[in-house]
């Protein structure tokens, strides 16, 4: 479940609205997650990034586990998710290029 009234216009969630999600969800932020973001917490952009970063890496190891669905969640803000296949994608692509190079 997500609080839509605390999201913002660029579609980031505020950290008070993360938390009431995990604690509805009986959920908890992994260290390494929070570990990660502590740094970067006042710089909306750079959060973005990592989270964009951390989304594309989660695709990546799905798929190497051998799923061969993603289905991404937008929430109706499009641009993360958006963002993540393109860089997805393109290290999709430069592997299968590699695989190709390789054999």
């Known amino acids: 479940m997500s609080h839509s009234d605390t999201i913002a216009a660029d579609g980031l ?9 995990l604690a509805y969800s009986k959920r908890k932020i992994p260290t390494k997650v929070t570990a990660a973001l502590e740094p970067i917490e ?7 990034l ?7 890496e989660m695709c990546k190891k799905i798929l190497a586990h051998g799923i061969m669905t993603l289905h991404l969640y937008t929430l109706n803000m499009e641009k993360s998710a958006l963002a993540i296949l393109t860089v997805f994608f393109s290290y999709l692509s430069f592997s299968v290029w590699l695989d190709f190079r390789c054999t």
Not at 42 to 48: L, Y
């Open 13 to 21: 969630a505020s950290p008070e609205a993360y938390q009431s999600d």
């Open 42 to 48: 006042d710089n909306g952009e750079v959060v973005r």
């Open 50 to 56: 990592y989270g964009i970063h951390l989304g594309t």
